[in-house]
């Protein structure tokens, strides 16, 4: 996907995001987020929108003092719904008055201002899923989208440890970790080193990974970001089970 793709997704996972949760008690609450109900879900997706936004803006060439933002929040829970698809609609007029491919300080491996719609769409599209969850309804989440999510997880979750420090505990000798679609042919090999651990772009090495996870490109991306159970049917497990433990143990984001 490109840029202007994301920011398409963007506007319509929103959207999908304020239908889902505008007819509904914001006091429910999100097994999938301990401790909050819709309204703070909502809110918390609200707030990423417009901090990334201001961001975007202010183009930024190196990491913000303070996450301060005017949220201009409602102040009945039940105005969140329409607040978010301002917020939305708010984040769409920036992308498109905004070169994207521009240089621009990002937290991940992408130093562009693209980084940061990316970003935005799948936090979206994560948080809508975890509406509907809420609420007993299967997520749909299109395959093309969760390939790119799975690999946006997973390009930059080696530079989160300053938000999710336990990744720094993802290290091991030349220990490698293979995620494949079983809806595709689509695969991502992680390595463990001693010094972290990273996506392997080189699969010219015909050893077989030392732990692999099979499931739909959808069924891993949430299982990437903690919604799913590894042990559930949806997924085929092979290799070391203690590896695996390991990594989920670790790499929530």
Do not use: K
């Amino acid at each position: 996907m490109n840029p202007a793709q994301h920011g398409a997704a963007v506007a319509a996972e929103t959207a999908r995001f304020v239908a889902t949760v505008s007819t509904t008690d914001p006091s429910t609450p999100v097994p999938s987020c301990p401790g909050w109900t819709l309204a703070d879900l909502t809110r918390h997706t609200g707030h990423v929108h417009r901090w990334f936004t201001e961001l975007l803006r202010r183009r930024i060439q190196q990491p913000p003092t303070s996450r301060d933002v005017d949220l201009r929040l409602p102040e009945q829970p039940a105005g969140y719904p329409d607040w978010l698809a301002e917020s939305g609609a708010e984040a769409a007029e920036v992308f498109a008055a905004t070169d994207l491919d521009a240089p621009m300080w990002a937290w991940g491996l992408d130093q562009h201002a693209r980084f940061w719609v990316r970003r935005m769409l799948f936090e979206t599209l994560v948080h809508r899923a975890d509406a509907e969850l809420a609420l007993g309804l299967a997520p749909h989440i299109d395959r093309d989208l969760a390939v790119d999510g799975i690999d946006e997880f997973l390009t930059n979750l080696p530079f989160a440890s300053f938000f999710a420090p336990l990744t720094a505990e993802l290290r091991g000798p030349g220990r490698t970790i293979r995620f494949s679609c079983t809806d595709g042919d689509d695969d991502w090999l992680i390595g463990l080193r001693p010094d972290g651990f990273g996506l392997v772009t080189d699969h010219t090495d015909p050893r077989t990974a030392d732990a692999t996870v099979r499931g739909t490109a959808a069924d891993l991306l949430l299982l990437l970001y903690g919604r799913l159970d590894r042990e559930s049917n949806a997924f085929q497990l092979a290799g070391d089970p203690a590896l695996l433990a390991h990594w989920f143990a670790h790499s929530a984001f």
